[in-house]
C-alpha cells in the first residue's frame, strides 16, 4: 500500500514508478491532497497497477467528473 500527501501529480513524471515492480505489485493507493491531478495520470494507475485493489482520492483537486474517465468494471478494482 503507497500513500502519497500532497503536490502536484502527473502522469509524466510517475510512469517509471508505475511500470516498475512497485507499480505492478501495488495491492493499494491513497492519494491526499493532490493538486492538479491529471485525468492521465488516474487512467495510468489502472493501466500499469494490475494488481490494485483499492484507490483512495482523499481531498484532491484538479479533475471533473471522475465517471465521465475511468471505468470502475475493472477485475482489480472492485
Given amino acids: 500500500v503507497l500513500q502519497i500527501i500532497g503536490g502536484s501529480l502527473s502522469l509524466s513524471a510517475m510512469e517509471p514508478t508505475l511500470k516498475s515492480s512497485i507499480g505492478r ?3 493499494g493507493l491513497a492519494l491526499v491532497k493532490s493538486r492538479n ?5 488516474l487512467q ?7 494488481c490494485l485493489e483499492s484507490l483512495a482520492l482523499i481531498d484532491c483537486q484538479g ?3 471522475i465517471e465521465s474517465y ?5 477485475d482489480s478494482l472492485k
Avoid at 491531478?37 to 495520470?41: D, G
Fill in 70 to 74: 475511468i471505468s470502475f468494471e475493472s
Fill in 25 to 27: 505489485n501495488l495491492s
Fill in 37 to 41: 491531478l491529471e485525468e492521465r495520470f
Fill in 44 to 50: 495510468g494507475i489502472l493501466t500499469h497497477c494490475s
Fill in 63 to 65: 479533475f471533473g467528473q
